[in-house]
């Protein structure tokens, strides 16, 4: 299963599905990662944390706890 943050910097990913449960999925939710959307991957930290994703127009700082929820293709 490839996640958020197991993909590259520079890759173009679409959202599969997400994990998770209760309110941390509606925060994903919340922020614009839905299943369908692209996600362009901007940046990733030095030591991976957090990792900087263009979706919707706009760019979104996301922990790995959270972008590990993210399935893509």
């Not at 614009?32 to 994703?53: C, H, M, N, S």
Request: charged content about 30%; glycine content about 10%.
């Amino acid at each position: 299963m490839k996640t958020l943050k197991n993909s590259a910097c520079g890759e173009t990913v679409t959202i599969v599905k997400l994990h998770g449960e209760g309110a941390i999925k509606r925060r994903i939710m919340d922020m614009g990662l839905t299943k369908g959307t692209q996600v362009f991957i901007r940046k990733v930290a030095p030591l991976g944390d957090p990792i900087e994703v263009k979706v919707r127009g706009y760019e979104l700082s996301l922990r790995k706890s959270d972008a590990d929820m993210v399935e893509v293709s």
